[in-house]
């Protein structure tokens, strides 16, 4: 069965210091893989994706991801995170033979201290 | 354009009683899921749709129906509300599976 695998339950950072969030997934092939981001009562906004081609991708709000088939990992950074970036982070994976579903993983929550 | 539109955005529910949650998307998307969102659990995938007249199960169906007789609908009902369906809902589009979902703003759920 497909998993995806956030480790992190919590993660704190202070502004201006940089961020990476673990994701790793478990799929025979090569997923669509994504990142959203969910701030506190509101629907899930995607940050960044990927499925083929340059295995670092450039999203939104300054973040970016890189894809490592070896370890089959897709892990979200950002150089320097801002006090508004405080929020809850999901890994996607999109499966194509089966419908188009999208398993998430648990979400990491960020803080970031002043 | 609107994107995915969930009503309502409350619901409380008593034990036993039934209710529909709306989902509509204007984006001509073929591909419409509802998932649950409870807390260190992620987002569970609760049914799928990949085009009207087409719905099939995800991992936690039990207790809810959905039907898909128009590309822009796809609602979620609860047949007989339990507190254990005490949740956040959301509802999601997609084109293709490439683009990724664009969500809904969700339905936070109580049942007493």
């Known amino acids: 069965a497909q998993s995806v695998t956030q480790p992190d339950i919590h993660i704190t950072v202070s502004e201006g210091a940089s961020l990476e969030l673990r994701c790793n997934y478990s799929?025979?092939?090569?997923?669509?893989l994504f990142w959203y981001v969910q701030s506190p009562g509101q629907g899930l906004q995607l940050l960044l994706k990927?499925?083929?081609?340059?295995?670092l991708v450039q999203g939104i709000k300054g973040f970016e991801a890189e894809f490592k088939r070896s370890q089959s990992s897709f892990n979200l950074r950002k150089p320097s995170v801002h006090w508004s970036d405080a929020a809850e982070y999901f890994c996607a994976v999109g499966v194509a033979d089966t419908g188009n579903q999208f398993y998430f993983g648990t979400g990491t929550s960020l803080t970031v201290i002043p | 354009n609107a994107g995915v539109t969930q009503t309502p955005k409350f619901q409380v529910l008593k034990t036993g009683q039934s209710m529909t949650l709306q989902c509509a998307q204007d984006m001509n998307h073929e591909y419409m899921s509802w998932y649950r969102q409870d807390p260190g659990m992620g987002l569970r995938l609760i049914h799928y749709s990949v085009g009207a007249g087409i719905t099939d199960q995800g991992e936690v169906p039990n207790g809810y129906n959905v039907s898909r007789s128009t590309t822009e609908d796809f609602p979620l009902r609860l047949l007989s509300a339990a507190p254990s369906q005490t949740s956040v809902y959301f509802c999601a589009s997609s084109y293709v599976l490439a683009d990724g979902y664009t969500f809904g703003s969700g339905t936070r759920l109580t049942v007493v």
């Open positions: 799929y025979g092939a090569t997923p669509y």
């Open positions: 990927y499925f083929s081609g340059d295995t």
